[in-house]
């Protein structure tokens, strides 16, 4: 099934990378409407649809020359219009003029993370320097220049862009469609509205009435619900469907156990001020018999799934709802293989549920900084807007490598509050998108009040980014860590870690 919106502009061939759904989202903030098809849906899409002014191959986790590579149709190459390669999509682009040119391992060509490269005259780079620091993340390079085509970009030995301008054939190694790459997203800017002269056809003001038009028209005359969880996500939509849909909304906060330190009762008074009438569901027992005794982190996702579903249905139930809210981003369905061909990288608890009634997810095209745009620009107060993510398992993920009990929660609870608050008490605090305080499942040996100890390690993870795609490990300052390391030792854990690790490799929790 494809989308059947009028014809757009730009066409995003998925190619399996975690960063299509970045690619729609930066042309949109450019003020360009885009589509994201797979490869074999174009030409039943191009039956009923006027041809694109432009078409994006995106990156991928394949390599071109496996046997299961994703599928390009050629009829592209019949369009007469630009296409943009990407990581992947340029591979293909080398590949499909010389099977010989694109190599992978045996030339140690991986790259993770920033790149600096040399830039030549192009379009493509119109209004940038010669040098520009971006972000890579492949593991096969093209060896040569293609025929047809000239390099306009190097790092050392790496061919990092090519272009063919007479058939309008562009392509890039690195991604550019991240805030990583620092081009202020003049390269896409330059591709769609200089090289496909694509004209402005949305604006961003757009979103809040479009939801709400949208999800009014879909309940009609039935009933909705929506879990809130204290996040911006959920609680900006309950916040902006409250006042069209009324009582036709039921809003709950499920209470798992594996909160925060008085988590339920600031939600609870957050909602209130945002106009939301807030049920409490207590379900701690539930939460804690599934997953127990469970080690493995993506099992404990699913086993919290598994806990979190028949809540719903009992509200769907005893509520005679006909519609089900989720505040679900684009990040979620990317990480969870849920979104084009995205390899699942961890389950949501959010996604892929099944409540026999319909689901409907209105923020499934934005990213973390595009709804908290929409918090504050509905007027939420800045400690909602400016809520740290924290993920739906809570701190059941946050006890590493070990079965999950009331007391080890209380644990990284306590430990959790401490680091949030020393952290919050500084100007640091201001460049954190996101704080992790994990408990990690091996006690380590110590030495406390002159004697002997053998307690959990405490590993405090602080990370920055913009759409959680990718984030940068932050240091944390040095003063910090010590008053960090002297509180946390004081309440039963004998040692700390600070972990830094950008995404990719790693991801933004620990499990």
Same mark, same amino acid.
């Given at each position: ?99 010989? !040119? #694109?190599?992978?391992? $045996? ?5 993770? =993370?920033?790149? @600096?490269? *040399?830039?030549?005259?192009?379009? %493509? ?92 028209? !879909? #309940?009609?005359?039935? $009933? ?5 969880? =204290?996040?911006? @996500?959920? *609680?900006?939509?309950?916040?902006? %469907? ?270």
């Amino acid at each position: 099934m494809i989308d059947t919106q009028d014809s757009v502009q730009i066409i995003i061939l998925d190619l399996g990378s975690q960063y299509t759904q970045v690619i729609a989202r930066e042309i949109l903030g450019l003020g360009f409407k885009s589509l994201i098809l797979k490869g074999e849906h174009l030409t039943e899409y191009l039956r009923s649809h006027d041809s694109p002014r432009g078409i994006i191959l995106s990156g991928g986790a394949a390599s071109v020359y496996e046997n299961n590579a994703p599928f390009i149709p050629e009829e592209i190459f019949t369009l007469n219009c630009p296409i943009l390669g990407i990581c992947y999509g340029m591979h293909y682009l080398a590949y499909r003029e010389d099977k010989n !040119l #694109v190599v992978g391992n $045996k030339l140690n060509a991986k790259e993770y =993370g920033p790149t @600096d490269i *040399t830039l030549e005259d192009s379009v %493509l780079f119109s209004g940038l320097d010669k040098k520009l620091r971006v972000w890579a993340s492949h593991g096969d390079v093209v060896r040569d220049v293609p025929a047809g085509y000239k390099i306009i970009a190097r790092a050392e030995d790496v061919i990092e862009a090519i272009e063919d301008t007479y058939r309008k054939l562009y392509a890039v190694q690195f991604h550019p469609e991240v805030i990583n790459t620092l081009d202020d997203n003049k390269i896409l800017k330059n591709f769609v509205q200089t090289i496909c002269g694509c004209v402005t056809d949305w604006q961003s003001g757009d979103t809040i009435a479009s939801i709400q038009n949208q999800v009014q028209t !879909l #309940v009609g005359n039935g $009933k909705a619900a929506i879990g809130v969880s =204290g996040g911006v @996500d959920s *609680t900006t939509l309950a916040a902006i %469907l409250a006042p069209v849909l009324k009582d036709k909304l039921y809003a709950f906060f499920i209470n798992t156990g594996a909160m925060r330190l008085g988590e339920v009762e600031e939600v609870s008074a957050m909602a209130a001020r945002a106009g939301i009438d807030l049920h409490i569901i207590d379900a701690q027992k539930d939460f804690f018999d599934s997953i127990g005794d469970c080690t493995d982190a993506e099992e404990k996702r699913k086993r919290f799934k598994d806990a979190y579903t028949p809540v719903f249905k009992k509200v769907i139930e005893e509520n005679h709802i006909t519609h089900i809210l989720q505040g679900t981003l684009a990040t979620d369905l990317i990480e969870s293989g849920s979104l084009g061909n995205a390899l699942i990288i961890k389950s949501h608890h959010n996604v892929g549920l099944d409540f026999g009634v319909e689901e409907v997810t209105p923020f499934a095209h934005l990213f973390k900084h595009e709804v908290r745009e929409i918090a504050r620009s509905i007027g939420l107060e800045k400690q909602l807007s400016e809520r740290k993510p924290f993920p739906g398992p809570g701190l059941f993920v946050r006890v590493v490598g070990m079965s999950v009990t009331p007391e080890l929660v209380d644990k990284v609870r306590q430990a959790d509050h401490i680091v949030t608050q020393i952290l919050k008490d500084h100007p640091f605090y201001q460049e954190v998108s996101q704080l992790i305080v994990a408990l990690l499942g091996s006690k380590t040996v110590g030495v406390q009040g002159d004697n002997r100890s053998y307690q959990y390690p405490i590993v405090v993870r602080v990370v920055a980014s913009t759409d959680f795609m990718t984030v940068q490990g932050l240091e944390i300052p040095s003063v910090l860590r010590q008053k960090i390391i002297t509180e946390v030792t004081k309440h039963g854990f004998n040692r700390v870690f600070f972990d830094e690790t950008p995404k990719p490799p790693a991801t933004t929790e620990l499990e």
